[in-house]
């Protein structure tokens, strides 16, 4: 019977972020998600199973290492880690998969029903991608080279006393034991009949390849020639995943993603590789270039993460691409960004609906910036954008309370943001991923 790895995630890029309304709600979500990982365990064994915990570390990175060093085939790993946002829209458990493995999404909902069936009054939020992650994809889900799952719990719990709260963990801890179970043993019986590793059919650009690629786990692989035709520098990805099977050397097709190179799953195992897509992918982060959505795009994909997004704000795209235009910004771009500072318009504790306030401005009295309406609040994003990116004269009237403090022209792509727009590193990564996922939404990508 394989293994099963318990892993309590936070801290590092996969933690809480630095926000400093979230980090008191972090470190006690680090706390409980240790004592959690120590209920699941003992539990688990009872039931027969070998189970190891990961060693505690504030790097999800040495945790990876950690069991990757130990994993043997057919052991899975499930990492646990507390959403530390709490809005009451975040109360519940999602389950976060590799993108584009069904196998694993098949996992993660088995992982949830159990689970929900234990513990009914955390609802679920689903089975998710990593790719809708803030960075667009999770370490947890893809680094490692047995089959993993990330589940992150959002609770609120109004209790102050302790045993009160870890007799609800310990709950918790048994509908994830009631998960891991079927789980583990269907990676088992993958493992016994050897299917594991098949060969797929795949396609570049629309067009048969010569060249199969192959599926170990539910991920596809492709050989490496082949990337480096498609025109990706794997020379400056190191950490991007590699394997050798029968004398060809492989990479997973999902970590190219990040390099602008979509997957998409056909009929009878077969992928599409594109590299080809409607958007130019040498202007992909640009600011002063045209955008490729429409408002209805926009609507769409916003009402697909935040249904009740729009009633606030009806017409929030359309002013979006009107705004941009008049500029010459790149209403994409400005559109992810927004969708970012203002968690698809759930906003947060500090900037309210009524600031309309969609990019997280400041005054010059280090107080947030408030405007009179939607489209002055727009307009201020927008020309903050310009401000960074371009020395040209602004078409509209300033309304943007700090736009003649910036250096102009100095970031005229999104990357050039990290470090003047936010103090978060990730910051540009994270727009890029829901840029990406806007495109794949729209069918551009």
Known sequence: MGRIFICAIYGGNEGAAGDPETIGRAANGAKEMVFLRDSIVPELRNRGFEVLAVPDSDNPRSSIDWIDKRAKPGDIALGIHADAYAHSQTKGVSTFYIA????????????????????????SRGAKPDTVAGTGSLAFCRR?????LLMEIGFQIESEDRLAIQAYWREIALGIADGLVPWSRDVQMQITSNNHTVPVHLKVNNEPSPERGIAINGNVYIPIDLADRLGVN???????RR????????????????LNISIVSEIGRTYNI??????????FDRIMVDGHTTATHLSEFLTANHPEALEKFPNLPEIYIEEASAEGVNHDLAFAQMCLETRFLT????ILPEFNNFASLGDRQTEWAKFADLRLGIRAHIQQLKAYASTDLLVQECVAPRFDLVKRGIAPTMRQLNGRWSADVQYTIKISAILRRLYETAGLF
């Open 100 to 123: 584009k493995n069904g196998e694993r999404k098949n996992h993660a909902q088995m992982l949830l029903l159990s689970f929900s069936s234990r513990v009914p009054d955390l609802p």
């Open 144 to 148: 490692l080279t047995i089959p993993s």
């Open 234 to 240: 794997l020379a400056l990805n190191p950490q991007m």
């Open 243 to 258: 394997i050798r099977y029968r004398g060809v050397v492989y990479v997973k097709a999902i970590e190219l993603r990040d």
């Open 274 to 283: 594109r590299s080809q897509h409607q958007f130019n992918a040498d202007e």
């Open 347 to 350: 906003f947060g504790s500090a």
